[in-house]
C-alpha cells in the first residue's frame, strides 16, 4: 500500500486517479511515500519522512520545493508542464487587450456614476466620455514570446490567429518544442533584438540562474517607447528597479503582471493580478490529474516523466515476472556504483532479465529487472554501498 500525504486542496478529479486498493491518500498520512502539493512551501525538515521517494507538484514551478536536498536524498521531484498551459495563454490575451483599450479606466469610469438616476443623462456622458478611453486593436501588432515552451508556443499560436506577427525568442528551445512551433513564428537569436521589434513582450520561463534578472535596464532602453511587457511566467524574471526607471522614462508604455509588487499598485501604466494565471477549475484539474498519473507510474514502477532533477526514464514491465523483482536505484553518477550494484547481485546469483540506466547531471537512476525476488539482506548490501543514495524494491 504506498501512502501520500497531500498539501493544499487537490482537485478531486485527480485524487480519482489513484486506486483505492493501492493508495491510501490524506493531509495527515504519515510514513509517506509520496507528498502531492500545489502552492505549498516545504521545508527542509519535511524531508525527513524515512519512506519519502518522491514529491508532485500539481503546477509547473517548482520553486516551494527544496529541489537540491531531494536530488541529495534521492527523492524524485514531478511537475506538470503544460497542464495549465491553455489558463495562461487565454490570461495573455486578456492582458493584450486590457493594456490595448481603455477596459479598466471605462469599467471605473462607469462605475463612479451611481449617482446618475437617469438613463438619458447617464447615456449620454457615457457617449461623450468614450473618447478618453479609446485603445488600439493588436491585430497587425508584433508579439514577442520569450520561451517557446508549452505556454510560449500556445500563446504564440494564438496570437498568429488573431492576425498579430510573432517573433521568439529561447535559446534552450527543445526538439520536441521545435516541432511544435508554427513556421510562421519568426525565431529571433538575440533577446535586445526582439525587444527592439515587438509592440507587445510576453514572458514564459521558468527562474533559474541564467533567467533571474533577466529582463534588465539594457533590455528595456532596447524597447519601443509605446510597447506593453507581459509577465505571467515568474516576477523574479524582471528587476523591479529597472522595471520602475523604464516605467517613469517612457522606455516603456504598459506592464502587465501576475505578482503585484508594492511600488506598482498605485500606476495607471501597470495592470496587476493576484497571480491568477493558472486559477481556472480546467487547469487545476489538468495539473492534478497529471501529477496523479505521474506518481502512479513511479510508485508503482519506478519510471520517470516529467522530473526536474531526475532523467526521464521507463522500463515496461513483464507481466508474468512483475512481483516483487524490480530494484530502483538512485546514485551519485559516478564511474564504478553500477558496478559495485551489478556485483552485489551476481554474488547472490540474482539474474539481471532487463535493465536501463540514466543520468542528468549529478544523480544517476536505475530500474533493474530480477528473474527473482532479491532477500532483504541484499536490498541493504546496495543501499549500503558508497555513494547509493535510495534503493526501493518494488
Given at each position: 500500500m504506498h501512502k501520500i500525504r497531500t498539501f493544499n486542496q487537490i482537485s478531486q478529479v485527480g485524487l480519482d486517479?489513484?486506486?483505492?486498493?493501492?493508495?491510501?491518500?490524506?493531509?495527515?498520512?504519515?510514513?509517506?511515500?509520496?507528498?502531492?502539493?500545489?502552492?505549498?512551501?516545504?521545508?527542509i525538515?519535511?524531508?525527513?519522512?524515512?519512506?519519502?521517494?518522491?514529491?508532485?507538484?500539481?503546477?509547473?514551478g517548482t520553486n516551494n520545493v527544496p529541489v537540491q536536498d531531494c536530488t541529495e536524498k534521492g527523492i524524485v521531484v514531478f511537475n506538470t508542464p503544460g497542464a495549465n498551459a491553455n489558463a495562461v495563454k487565454?490570461?495573455?490575451?486578456?492582458?493584450?487587450?486590457?493594456?490595448?483599450?481603455?477596459?479598466?479606466?471605462?469599467?471605473?469610469?462607469?462605475?463612479?456614476?451611481?449617482?446618475?438616476?437617469?438613463?438619458?443623462?447617464?447615456?449620454?456622458?457615457?457617449?461623450?466620455?468614450?473618447?478618453?478611453?479609446?485603445?488600439?486593436e493588436i491585430a497587425g501588432k508584433t508579439l514577442g514570446v520569450v520561451g517557446l515552451g508549452a505556454i510560449g508556443s500556445l500563446v504564440a499560436e494564438m496570437a498568429l490567429s488573431l492576425g498579430m506577427k510573432v517573433q521568439g525568442y529561447d535559446p534552450a528551445l527543445s526538439v520536441?518544442?521545435?516541432?511544435?512551433?508554427?513556421?510562421?513564428?519568426?525565431?529571433?537569436?538575440?533577446?535586445?533584438?526582439?525587444?527592439?521589434?515587438?509592440?507587445?513582450?510576453?514572458?514564459?520561463?521558468?527562474?533559474?540562474?541564467?533567467?533571474?534578472?533577466?529582463?534588465?535596464?539594457?533590455?528595456?532602453?532596447?524597447?519601443?517607447?509605446s510597447a506593453c511587457l507581459l509577465n505571467f511566467a515568474r516576477d523574479e524574471i524582471v528587476n523591479s528597479e529597472a522595471l520602475l526607471f523604464a516605467l517613469e522614462n517612457s522606455q516603456l508604455s504598459k506592464y502587465v503582471t501576475d505578482f503585484p509588487r508594492p511600488e506598482l499598485l498605485d500606476r495607471e501604466d501597470v495592470i496587476s493580478m493576484p497571480h491568477i494565471g493558472a486559477s481556472t477549475m480546467e487547469a487545476e484539474q489538468n495539473c492534478a490529474i497529471?501529477?496523479?498519473?505521474?506518481?502512479?507510474?513511479?510508485?508503482?514502477?519506478?519510471?520517470?516523466?516529467?522530473?526536474v532533477n531526475f532523467p526521464q526514464i521507463s522500463l515496461d514491465r513483464d507481466i508474468n515476472t512483475k512481483q516483487n523483482t524490480r530494484l530502483t536505484i538512485?546514485?551519485?553518477?559516478?564511474?564504478?556504483?553500477?558496478?559495485?550494484?551489478?556485483?552485489?547481485?551476481?554474488?547472490?546469483?540474482?539474474?539481471?532479465?532487463?535493465?536501463?540506466?540514466?543520468?542528468?547531471?549529478?544523480?544517476?537512476?536505475?530500474?533493474?529487472?530480477?528473474?527473482?525476488?532479491?532477500?532483504?539482506?541484499?536490498?541493504?548490501?546496495?543501499?549500503a554501498i558508497e555513494n547509493v543514495t535510495k534503493v526501493t524494491l518494488l
Open positions: 486517479r489513484f486506486s483505492e486498493s493501492e493508495f491510501m491518500i490524506s493531509p495527515h498520512q504519515t510514513e509517506a511515500s509520496a507528498y502531492l502539493l500545489r502552492s505549498h512551501k516545504l521545508e525538515d519535511d524531508l525527513h519522512e524515512p519512506r519519502l521517494r518522491a514529491i508532485a507538484r500539481a503546477g509547473a487565454e490570461l495573455v490575451l486578456c492582458g493584450m487587450l486590457l493594456a490595448s483599450r481603455g477596459v479598466v479606466p471605462g469599467i471605473n469610469f462607469a462605475s463612479a456614476q451611481q449617482n446618475s438616476e437617469e438613463y438619458s443623462v447617464l447615456a449620454k456622458l457615457m457617449e461623450t466620455e468614450k473618447k478618453r478611453f479609446k485603445g488600439t520536441e518544442a521545435a516541432w511544435r512551433l508554427s513556421s510562421d513564428v519568426r525565431r529571433i537569436e538575440n533577446l535586445k533584438t526582439l525587444a527592439s521589434s515587438s509592440d507587445f513582450i510576453s514572458l514564459h520561463m521558468p527562474v533559474l540562474e541564467a533567467t533571474r534578472g533577466l529582463i534588465d535596464a539594457k533590455i528595456f532602453a532596447s524597447m519601443l517607447p497529471m501529477a496523479a498519473d505521474q506518481l502512479t507510474n513511479f510508485l508503482q514502477n519506478g519510471n520517470i516523466k516529467n522530473s538512485s546514485n551519485k553518477n559516478l564511474p564504478k556504483t553500477l558496478g559495485q550494484i551489478l556485483t552485489v547481485l551476481s554474488d547472490q546469483n540474482l539474474n539481471v532479465v532487463d535493465m536501463i540506466n540514466k543520468s542528468r547531471d549529478e544523480i544517476a537512476y536505475n530500474l533493474i529487472d530480477l528473474e527473482t525476488s532479491p532477500k532483504a539482506d541484499t536490498v541493504r548490501t546496495i543501499a
